[in-house]
């Protein structure tokens, strides 16, 4: 079971550290897990030593019971390195083995980087002719309103071109007469004819 003064100190010293910096210690889950290392300890212990501080505990005091039991340190970089050393021809095939992969990833990016390019070509096209597309039904819908507003005004023009005048009354009559005589003006005009022929 953990102490319950050790929160009471983590707390102050996370308050402490918040006064200082100016913002919440963000690695207290890190402190957590490191805090009982043997590193850590050892520094601690060095450090105490230099200070003489009486209030840092020794390290075997700030073992916590519920850790497992410490296991030995690892092979350091350095070792590691000389021991490796001793076997070169296989650090050769290992350089082979990462040039290889390394020559085919860059193969493997330039055929994906190629189909893209594919791609987006593809793509582009497509989208050109669909605009072309639209742009050809939207001339043809024009040319539909258009000749619908031609029927349309063929249609008024006839009404008025069949109506009986001598039934209205005489201000109206020489309105649709005026206007009878503008539209055949036009359908002349249109025609090419120089108009009825006079008698």
């Given at each position: ?5 050790l929160?009471v100190?983590?707390?102050d010293?996370?308050?402490m ?11 207290i ?24 501080d009486p209030?840092?505990?020794?390290a075997e005091?700030?073992?916590d019971p519920t850790?497992?039991p ?7 970089r350095?070792?590691g390195?000389?021991a ?32 893209s ?5 593809s793509?582009?096209d497509?989208?050109?002719a ?18 619908m507003l031609?029927?349309q005004?063929?249609?008024?023009e ?6 009986d ?11 649709y007469i005026?206007?009878?005589k503008k ?9 090419g004819?120089?108009g009825?022929?006079?008698?």
């Amino acid at each position: 079971m953990q102490c319950p003064w050790l929160f009471v100190q983590v707390k102050d010293a996370i308050q402490m550290y918040e006064g200082i910096i100016g913002t919440t210690f963000k690695f207290i889950h890190c402190w957590y897990i490191l805090r009982n290392e043997m590193k850590w300890n050892e520094w601690l212990a060095s450090m105490s030593a230099s200070n003489e501080d009486p209030h840092v505990q020794p390290a075997e005091e700030n073992l916590d019971p519920t850790l497992p039991p410490r296991i030995a340190r690892p092979v350091g970089r350095d070792k590691g390195k000389k021991a490796r050393s001793s076997t070169a021809s296989s650090s050769s095939a290992c350089l082979e083995v990462l040039q290889k992969m390394s020559m085919d990833r860059s193969a493997y990016e330039e055929r994906v980087e190629a189909a893209s390019n594919k791609d987006i070509a593809s793509r582009s096209d497509r989208k050109l002719a669909l605009q072309e597309e639209q742009l050809q039904i939207q001339k043809a819908q024009v040319q539909i309103q258009q000749e619908m507003l031609q029927l349309q005004k063929e249609d008024r023009e006839e009404r008025v071109m069949s109506m009986d005048v001598d039934k209205m009354t005489p201000w109206v009559r020489e309105y649709y007469i005026n206007k009878q005589k503008k539209i055949s003006a036009m359908s002349f005009r249109d025609d090419g004819s120089s108009g009825p022929s006079r008698q």
